[in-house]
Nanobody
Framework: EVQLQAFGGGLVQPGGSLRLSCAAS????????IGWFRQAPGKEREGVSC????????YYADSVKGRFTISRDNAKNTVYLQMNSLSPEDTAVYFC??????????????????WGQGTLVTVSS
């Protein structure tokens, strides 16, 4: 059974940091690019960051560039999202997903079929 489990969300003050993790099982992890997406209340889902199979290529949304860092540990079947300098605008449910198409130069990161359950990040004082 394919599973993606996102965890690490929580309540953090503006300017603070969180690290999200996405643990995968049930498929050949190294064969898939993985991405993080988020959805805030009343807003459409937004692609946040994506990483290629070996980690050599990364994509970031303009809204998080310079503040968020995506990484992966293929030995642990896990992708991480380090989030720094958080602002209330980052408040959302964050999901990880397999990526169907990643073209960093064209700023394309299209999710595939497998999604995690989401973890809530709340940035508030």
């Amino acid at each position: 059974e394919v599973q993606l489990q996102a965890f690490g969300g929580g309540l953090v003050q503006p300017g603070g940091s969180l690290r999200l993790s996405c643990a995968a099982s049930g498929f050949t992890f190294n064969d898939y690019a993985i991405g993080w997406f988020r959805q805030a209340p009343g807003k459409e889902r937004e692609g946040v960051s994506c990483i290629s199979t070996l980690g050599g290529r990364t994509y970031y949304a303009d809204s998080v560039k310079g503040r968020f860092t995506i990484s992966r540990d293929n030995a642990k079947n896990t992708v991480y999202l380090q989030m720094n300098s958080l602002s209330p605008e980052d408040t959302a449910v964050y999901f990880c997903a397999t990526i169907d198409r990643l073209r960093v130069g064209a700023r394309i990161c299209i999710p595939g079929d497998y999604w995690g359950q989401g973890t809530l990040v709340t940035v508030s004082s």
